[in-house]
């Protein structure tokens, strides 16, 4: 009971973490005018797969670990519920490649940026994005691609099965989807985004050099900050490169793993810390991506002190107390 109740618990904190940050990235966006810019589009495009995530499918997944694995909504909703999960991580990991692609043509050529990502492209990149993920979620699953046998999966069940309380919801899947679902989803964005980043570290760097070559020696106040920015840069693209990393790498690799060796009955502690691993990748992008950029934690700031801001400024007077309130 104490051990359910503290499982209960720390899913509902969790859930409740994901849905409120990225729902403040959405209200940041829409609120202020600086952030009112194409780069923005992106981060937005992120926090609300991010939203949808913690509304949509961590509830379900918090019932299944809750209730050991056991699906009482029979194969129709367990295979929408396996779509979305599919869709939005994946939607999740190309909105974090594509902003990676955007901060490096914002800093490795500012001049030409806005002849480079212009809204048309913005646009198509976007679409892109959701097409591919709802081709490896719903067009897969639907058609019968990721089953040995290419069947639909989870079609031979319903709610009113006698039993149902006993039946899981799993994923299916055969060795070519499982390669290319991981290459195409994870590891190629890995590697692209470890490209992508190490060259905006190099362009930092060589900025931060130009600047130091250019400063007098007796300047020492100015090599300071340019050092100072340096080991921003580095700090930066380390926790955002490494949250990535961490949260999604785990599931990944356990995924082929499980895919080339045949086996489709996946431990389901081993499971379920992967799987919420990756969740975690969710939580982290509200912090780790608008925390980082200062037009984003002064627009946040802004909402979260605003009320308290405005009692303080404005306090209720005595004669209109129970109009107040």
């Keep these: 009971m104490l051990l359910t109740a503290l499982r209960w618990v720390a899913l509902v ?6 849905v409120c940050g990225n729902v403040l990235v959405c209200l940041s966006v829409a609120t202020s005018r600086r952030l009112h810019q194409i780069s923005s589009c992106f981060i937005l495009s992120l926090a609300v797969t991010d939203l949808l995530l913690g509304l949509l499918v961590m509830p379900l997944s918090a019932m299944l ?6 699906w009482p909504l029979g194969g129709v909703f367990c295979n929408i519920y396996i779509s979305l999960d599919i869709m939005l991580c994946s939607a999740s990991i ?8 955007d901060r490096y043509l914002a800093i490795s050529d500012p001049l030409c940026y806005p002849r480079r990502v212009t809204p048309r492209r913005v646009a198509i990149t976007l679409t892109g994005i959701w097409t591919c993920s709802l081709a490896v979620s719903f067009g897969s699953i639907n058609l019968g691609w990721n089953t040995p046998d290419f069947r639909v999966q989870n079609l031979d069940w319903n709610m009113w099965d006698e039993g149902e309380e006993g039946r899981t919801c799993r994923y299916e899947w055969n060795n070519n989807y499982v390669l290319l679902k991981a290459f195409c989803i994870f590891y190629l964005p890995l590697l692209v985004m470890c490209g992508m980043y190490h060259r905006i570290f190099c362009v930092a760097r060589a900025q931060v050099r130009r600047i130091r070559a250019t400063t007098p020696s007796f300047a020492q106040a100015a090599k300071a900050a340019a050092t100072a920015r340096e080991h921003k840069a580095t700090v930066t693209l380390a926790a955002v490169l490494g949250a990535f990393i961490v949260c999604w790498f785990p599931y990944f690799t356990y995924f082929t793993y499980m895919g080339v060796w045949g086996r489709t009955h996946p431990n389901k502690l081993t499971h379920s810390i992967v799987l919420w691993l990756g969740y975690l990748n969710s939580a982290l992008n509200p912090i780790l991506y608008p925390a980082l950029n200062r037009d984003f934690r002064r627009a946040c700031g ?3 002190c605003s009320r308290s801001c405005r009692q303080r400024e404005f306090p209720p007077s005595k004669g209109n107390t129970l109009k107040s309130i």
């Excluded at 904190?13 to 994901?18: D, K, N, P, Q, S």
């Excluded at 670990?65 to 056991?70: S, T």
């Excluded at 190309?94 to 692609?101: H, M, R």
């Design 13 to 18: 904190a969790f859930i409740v973490l994901t």
């Design 65 to 70: 670990e809750l209730r050991n694995g056991r």
């Design 94 to 101: 190309l909105n974090l490649l594509a902003i990676s692609v």
């Design 302 to 304: 802004q909402l979260l």
